[in-house]
């Protein structure tokens, strides 16, 4: 198990950028698959973006494909989501997740951060 910390979340106009940062504990992170989600007000939870436990592979939702970009540090036991031309409908609250490398679902969790894009 992970205890995961999102930061980096704020207010920002339409075609701006912003940069998520999730912390995680636990000497093993390494071996977990990451990933964001999202959910907009009045919606479901969506999958937004993953990336391998190695960072070797990286997949995303069609509608930010070209936009948004995960990364991690294993070393520094972070995960990043850099957000470019960012839309209104992006607006949501981003959770960072991780999914043990044998998992089938994500178990750990973050708190959440809240994304606003004004139009």
């Known amino acids: 198990q992970v205890q995961l910390v999102e930061s980096g979340g704020g207010l920002v106009q339409a075609g701006g950028s912003l940069r998520l940062s999730c912390a995680a504990s636990?000497?093993?992170?390494?071996?977990?698959?990451a990933a964001w989600f999202r959910q907009a007000p009045g919606r479901e939870r969506e999958f937004v973006a993953r990336i391998a436990w190695n960072g070797g592979s990286a997949t995303y939702t069609d509608s930010v494909e070209g936009r948004f970009t995960i990364s991690r540090d294993n070393a520094k036991n972070m995960v990043y989501l850099q957000m470019n031309s960012l839309k209104p409908e992006d607006t949501a609250v981003y959770y960072c997740?991780?999914?043990?490398?044998?998992?089938?679902?994500?178990?750990?969790w973050g708190q959440g951060t809240q994304v606003t894009v004004s139009s």
């Open positions: 997740a991780a999914r043990w490398i044998s998992g089938s679902q994500y178990d750990d």
């Open positions: 636990g000497r093993t992170f390494s071996r977990y698959t």
